[in-house]
């Protein structure tokens, strides 16, 4: 099923499969959002640190979907983590993306030894009764930190971590299942390196007459994930866009399931961005 969605636990509705937009040049943003919006996708990806938010606003306004139709999510950057500053953050990014509210707002990064992102949370709060997000989460949140934004007893909608087959976060995901926060998987695809050159996704791809790529979507999505993989070639666009068609089998997915390594992540851990 193509935008299938799953229901947050503040009662909004997120389209499960997406298109993020890191490392997308500012100067071709509006050109391949355009291109993802033509083929179906409706849940955006962003941030303000990836210096695009215009562009993606650009190609919302000129799509023509009604606003209540797609699902808009950017993230406040680390250096206005802070009540005062997080109140203006969210305005920023809603002017240069155009638009009046926002579907999600994520803290970017949890920064531990900064030390903000309780009063940063409770920013969020704010912006959420304000209407400038429907929803909030957090992203990049070691157990720790995680543990202390539980205890404020509001809880986060969405979590956002590096989640892909050579690092499945399964402690991390148990710990958001337990408080019906979706996760959702960022560099799903392990940055198109490592994760995509696996023999044993390779062998289910063949099965299927289908792509690695598009195995290992598939495993987010039947595993529960949130997924926006990036890329800037329409082909991929579309073949990625087409995973959603695909249905593994039990025995894939625990296959899949069991490639994670120790030495798997590509990015940051939480507790070490700072
Ligand atoms: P990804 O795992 O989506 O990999 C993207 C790369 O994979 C592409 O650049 C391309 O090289 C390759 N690729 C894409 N489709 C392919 C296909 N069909 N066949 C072969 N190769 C293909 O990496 P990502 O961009 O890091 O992650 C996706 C999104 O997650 C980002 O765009 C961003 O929105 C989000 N993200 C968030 C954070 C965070 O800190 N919250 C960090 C990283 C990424």
């Known amino acids: 099923p193509r935008n299938a969605t799953l229901t947050l636990n503040d009662g909004n509705v997120i389209p499960q499969f997406g298109y993020g937009v890191w ?3 500012p100067d071709v943003a509006e050109e391949v959002v355009t ?3 033509e083929i179906g996708y409706r849940h955006i990806d962003t941030a303000k640190i990836y210096g695009n938010e215009e562009g993606v606003g650009r190609a919302i306004a000129k799509s023509g979907i009604a606003r209540e139709d797609l699902f808009i999510t950017t993230k406040l950057w680390n250096d206005d983590q802070g009540y005062d500053s997080a109140l203006k953050a969210i305005d920023g990014s809603l002017e240069r993306l155009g638009l009046d509210y926002v579907d999600l707002y994520l803290i970017h990064w949890s920064q531990p030894k900064k030390g903000k992102y309780l009063e940063t949370w409770k920013a969020f709060q704010e912006i959420k009764a304000s209407g400038k997000a429907r929803s909030i989460g957090i992203s990049n949140f070691g157990e720790e930190a995680f543990q202390d934004i539980i205890d404020t007893g509001d809880i ?5 971590i590096e989640l892909h ?3 499945n976060q399964k402690a991390m995901r148990d710990l958001d299942a337990k408080y019906d926060i979706v996760t959702e998987a960022w560099s799903p695809l392990g940055q198109g390196k490592a994760d ?3 023999e044993t996704i390779a ?3 063949e099965a299927h007459d289908a792509t690695p790529a598009q195995v290992i979507i598939a495993w987010h999505l039947a595993i529960g994930n949130v997924v926006f993989p990036k890329s800037v070639t329409p082909e991929r666009i579309e073949e990625n866009w087409a995973a959603q068609d ?3 089998s039990s025995e ?3 296959l899949i399931d069991g490639l994670t390594r120790e030495d798997g992540r590509i990015g940051s851990a939480p507790e070490d961005f700072n």
């Open 252 to 254: 894939e997915i625990a």
């Open 156 to 160: 986060p909608a969405a979590h956002q």
């Open 23 to 25: 490392q997308v040049d």
């Open 165 to 167: 087959p050579y690092f």
């Open 196 to 198: 995509l050159q696996d």
């Open 203 to 205: 062998q289910i791809a």
């Open 35 to 37: 291109k993802a919006l």
């Open 246 to 248: 695909l249905t593994l």
